[in-house]
């Protein structure tokens, strides 16, 4: 069942339109206050930062999208190649297939490929509810070498999934548990919906290393399972949450305010390196991409690292244009919302 619902997922992906109705990551909402003279050369520009004990050539992580079948160990292979490349971080899809099927997980294996990269194993967090503890957070780490752990929120697509679990009573306490006694740092991320600013302080006081926003505006889970519904019952009900979710651009100012001394990531919808530099001057410390890489990474490794290099250039171009000649710099630039 497992290995046929991410076949079903990488295929909608890529054939359907699963993106937003009515609803955008708000970034469209920001301008950046040009700045003629920047007194710096472009060559000057500097994107590399730290993220979790990790070096970033630039603050760009590939987030988690799949594994578990052969097509998607290819994508994986990809994508941790034109990381490695890059100097990016990048995230595996949910593990729990191959913690449940040991045959799986050379689907998740990517390490050889990426030495060097922060790597980012992933579990949903609901599993902590159905029986996983620490001993399978920690063979999800294991089993890729990871450097940290994500675990993801996504009540929404559980209870828009006919096999969904959606017993999230008293899950809080057990992320608590996770992240004060796993070896290696905890990132808590949505799926595409957003955080709060009142999950995200109630994460931070749980001790999570990082929280990834995950907002809406990107690839929308309720259109991935309306397309993957079997009744026509459970079609509509997925349909009617096509506009549902806090833009990525609203959910990042609000997780700033309830975990203001956390590691933000911004994913959800980010087109290119200026939303990119945007999240950067909102208060993200990196940000996570996922649909236009799977394209990509559909194609080849080589088109992964030319859509890399295409986000570098626009984050380093926006930079400039901002008289922003670092990460630090950029955090402090002009940056006006549209009344």
């Keep these: 069942m497992h290995q046929q619902r991410k076949s079903d997922h990488i295929r909608i992906n890529l054939q ?17 206050t040009h700045c003629a003279l920047p007194e710096f050369d472009l060559d000057d520009v500097d994107i590399s930062t730290r993220l979790l004990g990790k070096c970033l050539a630039a603050p760009l992580v590939i987030s988690s999208m799949t594994g578990g079948t052969p097509e998607a160990s290819l994508i994986n292979q990809r994508l941790a190649e034109a990381a490695q490349a890059a100097g990016i971080g990048m995230g595996v899809g949910s593990q729990r297939a191959a913690i449940e099927d040991l045959s799986l997980e050379d689907t998740f294996r990517v390490r050889h490929l990426a030495p060097d990269i922060l790597l980012l194993a992933n579990l949903g967090a609901i599993q902590l509810n159905c029986g996983y503890g620490l001993d399978e957070c920690r063979r999800a780490v294991e089993m890729v070498e990871a450097d940290a752990l994500i675990l993801h929120l996504n009540s929404l697509q559980e209870a828009l999934q006919p096999e969904g679990e959606t017993r999230f009573a008293g899950l809080l306490s057990k992320i608590e548990a996770i992240c004060r006694t796993l070896e290696v740092p905890v990132v808590v991320k949505e799926v595409g919906w957003g955080i709060s600013e009142q999950v995200a302080r109630q994460l931070a006081g749980a001790g999570v290393a990082a929280i990834d926003v995950a907002g809406a505006g990107g690839s929308s889970w309720s259109q991935v399972e309306m397309y993957r519904a079997a009744t026509d019952c459970q079609r509509q009900v997925a349909a009617a949450f096509a506009g549902w979710g806090i833009p990525t651009a609203e959910s990042l100012l609000m997780a700033r305010r309830g975990a203001p001394d956390l590691p933000l990531l911004a994913s959800g919808g980010i087109r290119d390196g200026i939303q990119v530099a945007k999240a950067i001057a909102l208060g993200a410390d990196a940000c996570g991409i996922a649909g236009v890489f799977l394209h990509a990474a559909n194609e080849s490794a080589a088109a992964v690292a030319d859509l890399i290099t295409v986000f570098v250039t626009q984050l380093r171009v926006a930079m400039f244009a901002a008289g922003a000649v670092d990460i630090a710099a950029l955090r402090r630039v002009p940056i006006t919302a549209d009344s």
């Design 16 to 32: 359907n339109d699963v993106g937003f109705k009515d609803l955008s990551t708000g970034f469209e909402r920001y301008r950046f």
